[in-house]
């Protein structure tokens, strides 16, 4: 079940505004390589970044359990280019086979449970091409805002 905050009409045409792009968005281009690339965009919220992806000519699928963010992502700029799917991770039943399954924006933290963050990584597996990836990024929930320098990471990259 879809956060209330993403369900809601209202609340969900202001996300784009408090979520802007992000040097994220460079990672995850660089990661699809060069276009066509089949690539699943799993919790794509309102598509920006899947409608992105798909102005440079990737083949692209954006799912959302959100209708509210869908109902976004359809009437986007290029829109039209992305195939639109309602369905939660775990749900995912789809006959295509992806290069690149991303999760952008924290999205894989709407997993709560050991028994979602299961039935959404055997999803995927069901769904990755031979040799397609699963990328997707989180928060550190132990890390504190003054910690978040370089030295930090550079720490936290050689212990892990």
């Not at 066509?36 to 799993?42: A, E, G, V």
């Not at 399954?101 to 709560?112: D, E, K, S």
Request: charged share 20%; with cysteine.
């Amino acid at each position: 079940m879809p956060c209330a905050s993403y369900v809601d009409p209202r609340l969900a045409a202001v996300y784009d505004h408090l979520n802007p792009p992000g040097k994220e968005d460079g990672f995850y281009a660089a990661l699809a390589g060069a276009p066509p690339s089949i690539i699943l965009d799993m919790g794509c919220g309102t598509g920006r970044f899947a409608c992105q992806l798909a102005k440079l000519e990737h083949r692209v699928t954006g799912a959302d359990p959100a209708g509210a963010m869908l109902g976004i992502a359809r009437g986007r700029e290029g829109g039209e280019r992305v195939t639109w799917v309602e369905t939660d991770a775990a749900g995912l039943h789809l006959a295509t086979r992806f290069d690149l399954i991303i999760m952008t924006g924290h999205a894989f933290q709407t997993l709560l449970s050991d028994t979602e963050i299961h039935a959404a990584l055997q999803a995927f597996a069901g769904h990755l091409g031979p040799c397609g990836k699963l990328a997707f990024e989180t928060r550190n929930p132990l890390a504190r805002m003054g910690d978040l320098d370089t030295g930090f990471v550079a720490r936290n990259r050689q212990t892990a």
